[in-house]
């Protein structure tokens, strides 16, 4: 018999979105809440919206969520009774699981000894094996026809540690690479090698398991639209499964489950060969980031769940509820896709999107049963307008979400609320996921894993037309700021111009040409455009017969940054001076640091014959390393770069002598 108890006051072991989350079925059950926090965290959304919070000094996530003995000790102080460890940080310790049990707290998670089970890849795909789970076996020593081969850390997941190697050469650097990738993430330097299949989908199923014996599949993911081996766009239930498929799926996960005695919510992730054949990755025992879309598409609410199992409920039936409809969530980010995925920090200035659903669930009853709206969007985010994005920490800023009855209505539904959303700040994925949920091929259902990377010329195309109407429209808006009205009826007409000069996010330069007279504001660049309204946060355009809305925005703080939204999209502008300035010239061999981060190695030392594209350093920023390389063959004559050393944006790292120089 297991014994029933009644949690009161939980604690999320974590930072952001999934505090939020968490706390937001606390709010519905009246459990009270405490958040902890680090100190760039302190005036966070998730920290003002807990009854407590608790400070974890310093910045780095090794100071403060990695700090399993701080949290512990936060818990009993702020009178908690439960620790919830969300997703990421410490979420599946086994250690830090025990010390929560050990403290006389409730672990809301699976028993230690499972997370253990599961904590290293290779031990627990020899445990699958041996359940009669398909997996896709290690490499000890890979081969020219074992090629390519997928370098992975043995201990944690979210893209580190992992390498794809090509070329045999180059397996000893990428294994020497992953390993202090993996240590420094994990603790552990343990990696190993497998197949890699470009064109394999990553499929999960949604495990639930009480303590009575019941384990819940509760329906499958798709999780393919990935970049750096880190998901960015996921549905459920995965599309194009077989019957047939999906029931192995699900016997597959429940048969890992029970092989390990599992408790409490967790995914078994699976890579699906292009012949139907599938094979268990590994076992997340945890609440994933993408739980939102399995809540979407049966009704329940997974985290009052996991509270019902960690109180020593049942769950409520033998089988979860069917799923309805089809539901994708998007991942947005900070950073610049066209940039190689290059991390963006900053003030965020506006986050706006127009959900009509918080939530897609009601827990009235507090068994994680629920109903679902008709159709619906959602909006889970650890930011809000005016968070400073810093480098500490991941760069996602929210996920958006869309339920609808069929998946082209969720695809075209979401990618209308991100089209239309106001994201002014640090760069972001928005017109990649964007156009990704618009692609032929997405929509066609062919998906696997280098999805993202296949059509990243597409996905990341400049928009020329889109930028130069934008830079128009923030011309006109900083004229009628500069003035108390002007009359519509705005056309074309030979004169001698302002200019106004922008510089767009992808380094383009853009002029526009106005003047006014008692006539109202003229322009020369676009003769077949007509002014039909203008404010300072208003500029209405008329093409042939058609107008469109342009919402301008600027910021006190940096008054040169420009937002220009339209139904279509939003567009970044950075206002230039008048005329270049003839001293502001950067030598062409100098590397400047394109993030704020840490240096994490230097691979080339002064005197080096370097070619362009060669990896000088690596620098770390937002969780993921990134390689500074030379801009053109040359002598490295300057390398000021030195490991442990904080960089911010725009230092200067090193010096290439150019060839040609």
Known sequence: MVS?????????????????????TCRELGIATTAVHSDPDAAAPHVREADAAVRLPGAAPADTYLRGELIVRAALAAGADAVHPGYGFLSESAEFARAVLDAGLV?????????????SKTAAKRLMAEAGVPVLGALAEPTEADLPVLVKAAAGGGGRGMRVV????DLPAELAAARAEAAKAFGSDEVFCERYLPTGRHVEVQLLADTH???WAVGDRDCSLQRRHQKVVEEAPAPGLTAEVRAELHAAAVNAARAIGYAGAGTAEFLLAEDGRFYFLEMNTRLQVEHPVTEAVTGLDLVALQLAVAEGEKLPGPTPPPT??????ARLYAEDPAKDWQPATGTLYRL??????????????????????????????????GSEITPHYDAMLAKVIAWAPTRAAAARRLADALARARIHGPSTNRELLVRALRHPAFLAERLHTGFLAEHTVELTATDGKGAGRAALAAALADAAARRTAL????????????????????GRELEVR???????????????????????ELVVLREGEVRRPYRVARYGDRADQVYVDTPTGGTALTALPRFPDPTAQTDPGALLAPMPGTVLRTTAVVGDAVTAGQSLLVLEAMKMEHRVTAPADGILVELLATPGRQVELGTLLAVVQTTEA
């Open 213 to 215: 014996g019941t384990v």
């Open 166 to 169: 090509r070329r045999l050469a």
């Open 4 to 24: 029933k108890i009644s949690i009161t006051n939980l604690l999320v072991a974590n930072r952001g979105e999934i505090v939020r989350r968490v706390f937001r």
């Open 107 to 119: 672990w809301v998670g699976p028993p230690p000894a499972a997370i253990a089970a599961m904590g």
């Open 487 to 506: 009359p519509s009826g705005w056309r074309n007409l030979p004169s001698q111009p302002q200019l106004k000069r922008y510089r767009a996010a992808d």
């Open 324 to 329: 309805t409809g089809h539901a994708i969530e």
């Open 514 to 536: 106005y003047r006014t007279n008692r006539a109202g504001l003229l322009a020369e660049d676009h003769p077949d455009v007509e002014l039909v309204e203008a404010t300072a």
């Open 352 to 385: 706006e999107l127009a959900t009509d659903h918080q939530e897609f669930t009601s827990t009235g009853t507090g068994t994680g049963t629920g109903t679902r709206a008709d159709s619906g969007l959602r909006l889970d985010s650890g930011v809000e307008s």
